[in-house]
């Protein structure tokens, strides 16, 4: 018996035929992805408004999870920049324990998804709103970087959380440009374009931070510029993982913070089951979609307690992953055990990192993620999605994620709900029926007569709410007291409440008018539908005929009998 329960890590199954040179590819495909997350890591918490070592720990935390549970051969998981606009809001709002509670319940819902098979309908996202929040996120994430780019100071001012409000801020305070802070981030940026000119396996991120690192000691140690501001300015750095401990979950909070865990469950739902799909184009293997967002929940769950942010899966380092070898998820293991021994034994080393640093590598993934490209292509794309794209866009930017997925889904599913009726097509017959019209063969038969005050109404599409009125329209519009009305419904897949409701109505007035009902052609599922809701005893088993001969003949019996 085949089990409810769609879980199947695929570690387990990787493990059955692994040998010692797939641990071998594994192994340097995990040193080198820790190596490129560490970096990301880092700049990923700080950005988020959490101190550094927090990053890394929701990259070994999660990321462990995320590889021993996951339903991907080479997902890597960990905190990723779509994360870093929510995670700033909440705990400029409700403070680190209120993130707590937020991923923890976002952690819950991922569960939920992959325990109720969701995994597949996550996929049905509109594309024009991924890319609308997607590159709304990039603005949204360079926008916060301006200040630690241009070494910007604020004299005390805090830092507005909305997109229009931080702008204003910089404007007033752009006397304050420390110039170092520009050189240190326009060279960051420049050493990571180039860098895949000379070496495709050595992340430029990586080799920025290093070398912006020592060329900003060694300024400091022999030149006297302390103007460049490092992490260790900021932040006192722990090398070591935090206990654990459960946040108290007031429920006040909980209801409050319920909208953030639905938009960080989303959110990371939809980039995980992403870069699954896109690992898989590049593997040729298939991920499985419940199992990977259980794993992502579980990942969830368990990081804020040790002091961790939410994760989902990482599409640039799945793909770094991908291309130096890795093909199962002990790679993803190994990377979160290089991470961690980085933690414990270098972290101190990172309170050398130059802030405007990091800020340039930000900027650089701000820019990657923008999809600038897509976005623009997309702007030639029908009216409905270009609407769609830039109204998810803007109320990203503008407003927050959150606003911009509920808005954005909702509108998606008026435009997708329009187009299907539109689809829906009601037409009406008096006279005959060509056979020649029904399929795209001409079938040489004789054209079905109707009989006189017989007419025949033709649905073509789902009969739902959406096209229930439009019915409900066409019978007003022609005005005409038939003697007998045949509903075609072999075109119809589906039929809802409203489309019953509407159904029963136009059966009841009908039969005051003395007007006599047949179905003819409904499918299967159709029929199911309409005799559960009792439909049948109001029109009658013997008037639901099979196909339109056997409607025009039960028609024609009917006409004579009157």
Known sequence: ?????????????????????????????????????????????????????????????????????????VQIGGPTGAFIVIIY???????????????????????????????TVIKFIPYPIIVGFTSGIAVTIFTTQIADVFGLRFGGEAI?????????????????????????????????ALTPKFSK??????????????????????????????????????????????????????????????TIAVLGAIESL??????????????????????QGVANIVSPIFGGIPATGAIARTMTNINNGGRSPVAGIVHAAVLLLILVFLMPLAKYIPMACLAGVLVVVSYNMSGWRTFKALLRNPKADVTVLLITFFLTVIFDLTVAI????????????????????ISVIRD??????ESDLEVHEEHLMLPRGVEVYEINGPYFFGIATKFEETMAQLGDRPKIRIIRMRRVPFIDSTGIHNLTNLCEMSQKEKIHIILSGVNEKVHAALQKSGFYELLGAENICSNINEAVAKARERIQQV
């Open 406 to 425: 509920e808005v954005g889904l909702l509108i998606a599913c008026v435009l997708f709900m329009k187009r299907v009726m539109e689809t829906t097509e």
């Open 432 to 437: 005959e029926i060509d056979p020649n019209l």
């Open 89 to 119: 809001g909440i705990i400029q709002e409700y403070g680190v324990e209120g993130l707590m509670v937020a991923t923890l319940m976002a952690g819950v819902l991922l569960v939920v998804l992959g325990v109720f098979r969701l995994g």
């Open 1 to 73: 018996m085949k089990s409810k329960l769609d879980f199947h890590p695929k570690l387990f199954s990787a493990l059955k035929a692994y040998t010692k040179a797939d641990f071998t590819t594994d192994l340097m495909a995990g040193i080198i992805v820790g190596i490129v997350a560490l970096p990301l890591a880092i700049a990923f918490g700080i950005a988020s408004g959490v101190s550094p070592e927090k990053g890394i720990v929701t990259a070994i935390v999660a990321g462990f999870l995320i590889s021993l549970l996951g339903g991907s051969k």
């Open 160 to 192: 507005p959380g909305d997109f229009i409000g931080k702008w204003m801020l910089y404007a007033r305070h752009f006397d304050t440009v420390n110039w170092w802070n520009v050189v240190v981030s326009l060279l960051s940026i420049g050493i990571i």
């Open 201 to 262: 396996k050595i992340p430029g991120s990586l080799v920025a931070i290093v070398v912006v690192t020592l060329g900003a000691y060694f300024l400091k140690l022999y030149g006297g510029v302390t103007a460049i501001d490092t992490i260790g300015d900021r932040f006192s750095i722990q090398s070591q993982l935090p206990g654990a401990a459960v946040p108290a979950l007031d429920w006040e909070a909980v209801k409050n913070l319920f909208p953030v865990a639905v």
């Open 274 to 295: 992403l870069s699954a799909t896109v690992a898989d184009g590049v593997i040729g293997d298939r991920h499985n979609s419940n199992t990977e967002l259980i794993a």
